[in-house]
């Protein structure tokens, strides 16, 4: 479960998140949707621990993310939009590096790395440098190590972004089996996405949180895209809706 209440980010002058506050359940997938530029990256970014908040708190499955830093790190996967890759090691060797970072220990983690392989269908590209992969399989070596320490809850930023319509369609469903005794965080673009995958949807605009509810509630009597853009009205920003076979 994660629980954000009251957080604030400011760069100088600049605010990029005011007062942000929503949760995540145990086993749900929260679609965090908002414009370029409304604070979702920076949000998410406070959440996993990699950026320091001004104001405000965040409880990764009870464990604050400022007092219990390293309790919360171990529960926690992240995939960033770009995925923290090292172009000149394989597959094999980075999983392992990235296993030995987050604490897995060294009896565990062959068995480790050979269950995120498999997850992430990598089975076919383990001795493959990373800086020779396509996009696709790029994508699936970070969500590969996002799982690498089997962490209760997963936060995904555009984690289809960029990718074909089969590897889209391929990168959900995996999503969707990660669910269920995880909590899922999906930050995304794409409408249609969180209309497929997501339960609950969490909207953010200039800053602030606009819509949190269940998506059967806020799509009974109207599309995403509708609800969307009423609350987002103003900002700006661009939002895709779908994507042409995915």
């Given amino acids: ?12 002058d600049l605010l990029a998140i005011d007062q942000v506050s929503f949760t995540a359940q145990k ?34 499955e009870g464990f604050d993310i400022f007092d219990d830093a390293h309790e919360v790190r171990k529960r926690i996967g992240y995939l ?4 923290p890759l090292y172009a000149d090691m394989t597959v094999t060797s980075y999983l392992e590096f990235v296993g030995r970072i987050k604490g897995v220990t060294r009896a565990a983690l062959p ?41 209760d ?34 930050s995304t673009h794409i409408l249609q996405e969180v209309v497929q995958i997501c339960q609950k949807v969490v909207i953010i605009s200039d800053g602030r ?4 509810d269940q998506i059967e509630h806020l799509t009974r009597e109207m599309p995403l895209e509708e609800v969307f853009m009423r609350h987002i009205s103003g900002s700006g920003g661009a939002v895709e809706i779908g994507e042409v076979g995915a």
């Fill in 111 to 151: 068995e480790a790395v050979d269950v995120a392989v498999e997850r992430c269908g990598l089975t076919a590209v383990t001795r493959r440098v990373l800086g020779h992969l396509s996009k696709g399989f790029r994508q699936r070596v970070g969500l590969a190590q996002a799982l690498i320490h089997q962490p």
């Fill in 80 to 83: 960033p939009e770009n995925p």
């Fill in 209 to 212: 949180v606009v819509v949190e």
């Fill in 153 to 186: 809850v997963l936060v995904l930023d555009e984690p289809t972004i960029g990718l074909d319509p089969r590897q889209i369609r391929e990168i959900r469903h995996l999503i969707r089996e990660l669910a269920g005794q995880r909590t899922v965080i999906l």
């Fill in 1 to 12: 479960m994660i629980e954000v209440r009251n957080l604030s980010k400011r760069y100088g």
């Fill in 27 to 60: 086993g749900e997938i929260v679609g965090f949707l908002g414009p370029n530029g409304a604070g979702k990256t920076t949000t998410m970014r406070i959440i996993t621990g990699f950026l320091p908040a001004t104001k405000g708190t965040v409880k990764v």
